[in-house]
C-alpha cells in the first residue's frame, strides 16, 4: 500500500509523472464512438487531419478483446511513429482509451537489447578467439615437436659425421702410412689398396647421402641425358666387385636391353646415387653368398634389381629403415642411416616405383621402376662408340687444386693428347689467348675469376675450341649456368672415368667450331 506523502510531494509527484507521460485519454461509448478527449493529443498524433486513421488503428488493437475490463497494450507503434503504453479501461455503458509514452522506455529496451545483441556476438568473437587460440597452441606444438625432431637429427648428423667419416679416414690414413713405408710389398699393399678403396666408397656414399639430405625436397631438379646403362654397370662393377670379393662374396652385375625407336632420357647422377646405395647395404649386410646387380631395359623403362643372400629385413622394420637416420633396422647396422630414405626420395622425386621383398635370413631384393624424363629419336649411322679418336689434340687443363690438374693430365696423357695446365682462370685466359687449345678443360669453383665467367669472357673474345666444365655441383640450374657462359659440356666431380673418356671422345670427334 502506497505511504501517505506530504501534499506538496504528491503534488509535484504527479504533475512530474504526468508531464513526463503525456497522457491522453480517449472516451468512448460501447459502439466506439468517441465521446470526448482529454490530454496531449496533438503529441499522440490525435490532432490532425488523419485523426479518423489513428483512430481506427487504435480501434483494430482491441478487435476480439472485452471491452468490460482492463486491458493493457504495452509498447504499441502509433501512426506518428512514437511508441505508447496502451491501456483499455472499462466504464460502462462506455469505456476509456488511455495512451501515456513509452519513447523512452522504448530507447532504453533498444539500448538494452543493443547490449545484449553485442553481448552474445563478443560471446561468440570470444569463441572464435578461443578457437584460433587453440590452434596457434596446435600449431606451436607441432612446431615445438618438429623442432624437436630437427634437435634429434641435428644431433643424429652430427654423430655420424664423427663416427662414420673418422673411422673411415683413420682406415685409409692407416694402410696409406703402410704403402708409403719400407716394407710395403705387393701383397700388403693389395690389402692396404683394397681397405683403401673400401672406405673410399663408403665415403663418397656417405658424403653424397649427406649432400642429397641437405638440399631436401627443394633439391629435386632433374637431369635428363643419355644414360649408358653399359657404362653404369662396368662402374657399378669396378666399385663393388673388389669389395664383395674381400668378402668372399659371389658378385653379379648384368644388363638387358630391347630396340627402340627412341632414346629414353634418364637423370644418371640420382639412378648412380640409387644403385650405389643399395650395393653399398647388399655388400655391408651379406656375410655369404651373393650380391647382385641387374639393369633392364623393358618399354623404355629402366628396371634396376638388387638382390643379396644376407641377413634380411624384419616385417616390423619395413618402413621404419626408409626413415633418416635409422639405424635400428637391421641387426648389426653400421651405416648412417640415411641411405634408404635417400633412395625412396630420389625414386620418388624421378617418378618411378621402389618395391621391397625382404625376410630374415633370406636376403633382400629391391625393384626399382623408372619412366624416361623425356625421349629422343635413335640416332641414326655410326655408334658414337666407334667414332675414332683424334688424339693430336692440345688440351688446357685448369683446376686450382694441384691434385686434380695433376690427375686430369695424367688421364690425357694416357689417352694420347697434349696437355698443358694452368692454376687460375686468369691465368687459363691469358694462355688461351696466346695459343689457343682445341680443348679446354676449366673447373667452375675457383677463387678469384670464376671458370663460368672465364668461359664467357673467351667466347666473347672469339674462341672456338671445345670446352668442358668441371665442378663438384650437380644441380640442374649450374650446368645450366655453365651452358650458358659457353661452355659445350659439364661434367661433376667426383669425375666418373667412363663419362669423362665419353665427352672428351666426343668433343675431339667433332670439328672445332662446329
Partial sequence: MMPELPPVAESWLRDTLLRRAHPLLLSFDAGWCLRDVHGDAAFHGFDSGDAGRALRELQDLFIGLPLDGHQELPFIELSNGRSAHVHLIADPPGFHVLLLDAEEERVQQRAQQQ?????????????KAIGRLQEIRNELERQRASLEEANALKNALIATLSHDFRTPLTSIFGYLHLLE????????????????????????TLAENLLEYGRGEAGALLNPGVLSVDALARDIDDMFRPLAEDKRLAFEVGVERDDGSVVPLFDEVRVRQVAVNLLSNAVRYTAQGTVSARFAWRGGR???EIADTGIGISPEFRERVFKPFNRGGQAGSKGAGLGLSIVRRLVEQM????????????GTRFTIDLPPLAS???????????TPWKKDFDVLVVDDDPDVAQL???LLLDLGFRVRVAGDANAAVAEVMRRPPDLLLIDVEMPGLSGNAAVFRLRSNGYRGRIVTLSATSTGEARDASLRAGADYYLTKPLNLDQFVGVVQRATASPVGA
Fill in 115 to 127: 547490449l545484449g545483441n553485442e553481448a552474445v556476438l563478443a560471446g561468440h568473437e570470444k569463441s
Fill in 181 to 204: 713405408g719400407p716394407a710395403a710389398d705387393a701383397a700388403r699393399a693389395r690389402q692396404a689398396l683394397g681397405a683403401i678403396r673400401r672406405n673410399a666408397t663408403y665415403l663418397f
Fill in 302 to 304: 629402366l628396371r634396376i
Fill in 351 to 362: 617418378g618411378g616405383t621402389l618395391a621391397l621383398d625382404s625376410a630374415p635370413g633370406r
Fill in 376 to 386: 629422343l629419336p635413335a640416332p641414326a649411322g655410326l655408334d658414337p662408340a666407334a
Fill in 408 to 410: 686430369l693430365e695424367a
